[in-house]
């Protein structure tokens, strides 16, 4: 039978799954409606607790297409690592960059008790991972760095999914550029007004400062460009934008530059 699958923000319980150790009629009905909710859903594999059940079992749908039974998993060994794009359902398939082993070793009961060992790479075990994780009431959530945590709760809050091309931050990191930007030319407009009272020429400074705004706007023309091919979606990642801003920038330094050459 076709069970409902646990989503958030509801949650998933902080107790560790419950060893099975009587393989009757309740276990081989569990196993039933993980592979019903499986086919129906279209996934690769589920977990017991994904649809409330605290029992440790996962049920995994290889390449071929058939259906492995896992009673009580354990993961004895692992090597390798990398970094990879997981979507998670419990997460309504929002993504994150997640750090697992690619590859792993697993001991596992079938619905008769029988012991059996199975050894998974790449994709494989990287799901696997995922099911073990729901086992002990957890989520890939906790498997996040501090800054891509960060950004998931943001995807979370959002509703959105960033890198997403219906997604569009308020926020960009070439907003940080503009900012320095237009301090420096505050910090020239001042320079400008303090020459007028003193006896030395600041000219020279004044100069030097204008090649850095030169510089921050090349930088920010062409930054913001690739920061914009993320979210092809903002009409504040345009060309036409981006273009624009940088034109104001160089406004605002000529209209500081041109007194200052002929008073400084």
Not at 66 to 86: A, L, R
Not at 138 to 161: I, N
């Amino acid at each position: 039978m076709v069970q409902e699958i646990i989503t958030y923000p509801r949650p998933l319980s902080l107790e560790y799954g419950t060893d099975v150790r009587i393989y009757d009629a309740k276990l081989f009905a569990l196993l039933e409606d993980l592979k019903d909710t499986i086919k129906a859903n279209n996934l690769q594999a589920l977990s017991a607790y994904q649809i409330g059940s605290y029992f440790n079992v996962i049920v995994f749908r290889n390449e071929a297409g058939e259906f492995i039974e896992m009673v009580n998993p354990v993961q004895i060994s692992h090597s390798g690592e990398s970094i990879e794009e997981e979507t998670t359902f419990y997460y309504g398939n929002r993504s994150a960059k997640v750090k697992r082993f690619t590859d792993i070793s697993v001991i596992y009961e079938d619905r008769k008790g029988k012991n059996h060992s199975l050894k998974l790479s790449n994709d494989a075990a990287r799901i696997i991972q995922r099911k073990l994780d729901y086992l002990f009431g957890s989520t890939f959530l906790d498997r996040l760095s501090k800054d891509e945590k960060e950004k998931f709760e943001a995807k979370l809050s959002l509703g959105a999914d960033v890198g997403k091309e219906n997604y569009c931050p308020t926020t960009f990191v070439r907003d940080k550029i503009i900012k320095a930007i237009n301090l420096l030319l505050l910090a020239m407009v001042l320079l400008f007004f303090v020459s007028f009272m003193v006896d030395a020429s600041l000219w020279q400074y004044q100069l030097y400062s204008s090649f850095i705004v030169l510089f921050l706007q090349i930088v920010y023309f062409f930054y913001a460009q690739y920061e914009g091919k993320k979210y092809s979606s903002c009409v504040s990642c345009s060309i036409g934008n981006i273009i624009g801003t940088t034109f104001i920038s160089f406004i605002r330094l000529s209209l500081v530059m041109i007194p200052s050459y002929f008073f400084m």
